[in-house]
């Protein structure tokens, strides 16, 4: 079993930053893909970015060129820096590893 504790959310105004952890409790050097998702109120929850163990990362268009995803394997995490944000990445990000998932973290974004 896999534990994925998320990090880092807040309130931001639109155009700033936040970066976001996901701490995996086994080593995360084996598992392919982790994966970011959010989810907006009212809304079903979204794919945003995600990550494979040989290095090449993929994302939503909406975040395209705002949002990056990084793996940290020696400290079996995974962080996804967000910038230039807008109101409408607003919404509880989880992190996803295989068929585990995190508890969300919360992310605001103010106009």
């Known amino acids: 079993q896999v534990q994925l504790v998320e990090s880092g959310g807040g309130l931001v105004q639109a155009g700033g930053s936040l970066r976001l952890s996901c701490a995996a409790s086994?080593?995360?050097?084996?598992?392919?893909?982790m994966s970011w998702y959010r989810q907006a109120p009212g809304k079903q929850r979204e794919w945003v970015a995600g990550?494979?163990?040989?290095?090449?990362?993929s994302y939503v268009d909406a975040v395209k060129g705002r949002f990056t995803l990084s793996r940290d394997n020696a400290k079996n995490t995974v962080y996804l820096q967000m910038d230039s944000l807008k109101p409408e990445d607003t919404g509880l990000y989880y992190c996803?590893?295989?068929?585990?998932w995190g508890q969300g973290t919360q992310v605001t974004v103010s106009s």
């Open positions: 086994t080593s995360i050097f084996s598992i392919n893909a």
């Open positions: 990550s494979s163990r040989y290095g090449y990362n």
């Open positions: 996803n590893a295989m068929t585990y």
